[in-house]
């Protein structure tokens, strides 16, 4: 009976250890960075932020949402107003692979599977040659449920985001609510 337990015991022990293990194996996606630019840990807290608007492209679905500040700004009247956004403002873009949602009675999309997480910073001391502005996008891997940087340096992005220049750089307005 004694060597039941033993075993018993051992068998647990290693079972919450390997389990264990793989949970603190997974992913710290805070200490994720594009190289020569923005960091994951930046945005921290992302996930709570207020939604500006959403966005649809073929095949995909995004959710956009700001920080307190550029909610504010945007409130604000800008960029409609003519004023450029102020420093610190922050955005962040999650896309999804869509599908048709099964349950509903009429045709509607939603999201299915993570496909990426972007983020914009408003910055003009640390990214002066993009008139302030950085951009950050981390492709997701669904098999491994892990992140990794695509492209490099904060300037990624900014080349498309020029067609708005005068739009302070962002292509998303605030619509109503």
């Given at each position: 009976m004694r060597t039941k337990i033993i075993a018993m015991t051992l068998i647990v022990a290693v079972s919450l250890a390997v389990f264990g293990g793989i949970t603190f194996a997974?992913?710290?996606?805070?200490?994720l960075k594009v190289p020569d630019g923005l960091t994951f840990s930046e945005f921290k807290g992302?996930?709570?932020?207020?939604?500006?608007?959403?966005?649809?492209?073929e095949g995909s679905v995004k959710a956009i949402l700001g920080n307190p500040t550029i909610i504010r700004a945007y409130k604000d009247g800008i960029p409609d107003n003519g004023k450029p956004f102020p420093e610190g403002v922050k955005i962040v873009k999650i896309e999804w692979i869509k599908k048709k949602n099964p349950v509903s009675p009429y045709f509607v999309e939603i999201p299915d599977t993570l496909k990426t997480v972007s983020f914009i910073e408003k910055d003009s001391s640390r990214f002066p040659n993009t008139h302030g502005w950085a951009f950050a996008q981390f492709d997701y891997d669904t098999g491994s449920k892990t992140f990794k940087p695509s492209g490099t340096g904060s300037e990624c992005g900014y080349a498309c985001h020029t067609r708005v220049a005068a739009k302070d750089y962002i292509f998303t307005a605030y619509p109503p609510r």
């Open positions: 997974q992913q710290d996606r805070y200490a992302y996930d709570t932020w207020e939604d500006i608007a959403v966005s649809e492209t």
